[in-house]
Structure formats: C-alpha cells, structure tokens
C-alpha cells in the first residue's frame, strides 16, 4: 500500500440552469417586434417595443418559476427543490428590475418630448410622481428591485419561504403598463386586460422555467403533464380575451388589413392558431411519452425550446401593439 493522503470525495456541485431557451426566447421576441415594423410601419411601434417584450419575457420567467414550484408542491420529492428555485429567480428578477428601469425613463422622455439622455431630473420626477403612468413604472420598478433582493437574500440563507407572495408581486409589477393602455376605459376594460397578460405569461412562462430547471426525463415525467392541463386552460384565456381587446380597438373587419394595428393583429391571430395547432399536437405525442418516461431529457427539452420560441414571437408582436396606432 503506497503512502500519502487518501482522495478528498467530490463534492457534487449544483447544475446550473440551462439559459440557452432563455437566449432564444430573446431573440425570437425581438423578431417578433421586427415583424410587427415590416407591418405596421410608419404607424410603429416605438423602439421601445423591444425592450417591452424582453421586460414581459423575464416576468413570465419569473412568474414561471413560482407557477413552476406551485405544480409540484405537494410532492414528497419535487423534480425541482425549493432553494434552486432562489437563484434564477433573483437573476431573473434583477435583468427584469433593468428593463423596467429602462422604460420608465424612456416613458418619461417621450412625455416632454426628448431624448432619454436629455431628460432631466426635475422632468423624471414630475413623470413618477404625478403622472399615473409614471407612477405605475414607478412601482414596477420597485417592486421588480424588491423582488430580486429578496429572492438574492433567500438564495444566500438558503430559505424555505413560499413562493405565493413573490408570485403576487410579480403580477402586479406585469400588470402596471398594460392596465393603463386602451382598454382601460371600457367597462370591464382592466379585468380582461389582466386576464390575458397573467394567462400569457403562466402560458410561456412555466416552460421557460422547466427549460431553465428540469433535469433528467423523470423531472419532465412529472412536471409536463400538470404544466399541459394548465396551458389549454390558458390558452382559452389569452384567445377570449384578445379577440375582445381587438374587436374593441379596430371596430371593423376591414381594419384588419388597412391599419398597422390591424396587421399585427392578424400575424397574431395567425401565430396563436399555430401555437394551438401545436400545443394539440404535443398533447397528443409528446405528452403522454414524456409521462410514461418514454422521452430523454434533450428531446423534451427541443420541444420545449421550439413552443418557447414560437410563443416569444406572438409576444414580440403583442408588446409592439403596445406602441402601434
């Protein structure tokens, strides 16, 4: 027997989450704001537009993964344990608290009609502190900070602290710019306005979650066919609601091809058929042999990747409405 020390064991060290559906959700949204200028263009959207879809794609994120936890809540061993859960989320959360930040001061600048380095302090603090608008983007913007200190702070102490108000939070901070938009003068205008960004958002955003998390074809055993039984019922919501928002703002069939608005409406309406066509589709085969264990992780992960993709662009599209007349 040689001498000198014994081997120190490895310490097996936590997976990362994978971030590369997250890049790609980016990129596609960002192609769908692009469409939505080949359309709708000179009538908009507003360079903002991109950073809106990236703000509302990390929100969902966010939202995802607390949608995430709840599905898997009253397992013995959840295919995701509570304190990975801390780390994306104050990652997430942080990039989010940036984008807000950006459009907040962009918001502000459009008012007094400047560009962003140009406005100055007393013209931002009139915005958030007298406009309702700017007030909103305030709020965001605190709540998004808010959340991602103490998603950092419960990462650092590794807690066991729910995730339902993190999650209540996030949906506020997703709501503050679209209440206020065109339908906030309608009867029931606001509540259907909620509806459809909030069943959105647990749409994408849950995927996203078990892109960035799920490890291993048991994981997606578990977690895919809960998250299926929840996205038909959101896509009912995001359908229903839309086509009142649309039917609303355009008045008339004809404006469905002679406005920008109207075409990116249409792209959209198209983009959902091919989603629900689709989530059908996934329903039927790559459900059911993720759930008998018959699909590998990459597989499952390719597929999710490709409905992420595709529901980021219809994102990209819904946040250049946003900015479109």
């Keep these: 027997m040689t001498g000198g020390s014994a081997p120190r064991a490895r310490v097996r060290q936590p997976r990362l989450p994978n971030s590369r559906t997250s890049a790609l959700a980016g990129l596609a ?24 879809v990236l703000s509302d794609l990390l929100g969902s994120t966010f939202l995802g993964v607390c949608v995430l936890a709840l599905l898997q809540r009253d397992d013995r061993r959840p295919a995701v344990p509570a304190v990975r859960l801390w780390r994306p989320l104050a990652i997430t959360a942080g990039a989010w608290a940036v984008a807000e930040a950006v459009l907040l001061v962009a918001a502000a600048a459009e008012t007094v009609e400047v560009a962003a380095g140009r406005l100055t302090p007393d013209a931002f603090a009139h915005f958030v502190s007298e406009i309702s608008v700017g007030q909103l983007g305030a709020a965001a913007v605190v709540a998004t900070v808010g959340l991602a200190v ?19 939070v996030a949906a506020l901070a997703l709501l503050a710019r679209p209440v206020t938009g065109h339908m906030s003068a309608q009867t029931l205008g606001p509540a259907l306005v909620a509806i459809h960004v909030l069943a959105a958002a647990a749409w994408i955003g849950p995927l996203l979650a078990m892109s960035l998390l ?74 059911p042999a993720a759930a008998a264990h018959r699909t590998p992780e990459d597989v499952s992960l390719r597929n999710a990747s490709i409905e992420v993709a595709a529901l980021a662009v219809v994102f990209g599209l819904a946040a250049a409405l946003a900015t479109t007349g």
């Design 214 to 287: 799920l490890r291993g074809r048991g994981a997606w055993a578990a977690i895919l066919p809960r998250y299926s039984d929840l996205a038909w019922k959101c896509v009912v919501a995001v359908a229903v609601t839309g086509a009142v928002d649309a039917a609303v703002k355009l008045g008339d069939v004809d404006a469905l091809v002679s406005t920008g608005y109207g075409r990116i409406i249409l792209a959209k309406t198209i983009g959902l058929l091919a989603l629900v066509a689709l989530g059908w589709w996934w329903r039927t085969r790559w459900v």
């Design 29 to 52: 949204g960002l192609l769908g704001v692009a469409l939505a200028w080949a359309l709708a263009h000179p009538a908009g959207p507003d360079a903002a537009a991109a950073i809106r």
């Design 150 to 168: 103490a998603a950092a702070i419960a990462f650092r102490r590794d807690a066991q602290w729910p995730l339902t108000p993190f999650a209540a």
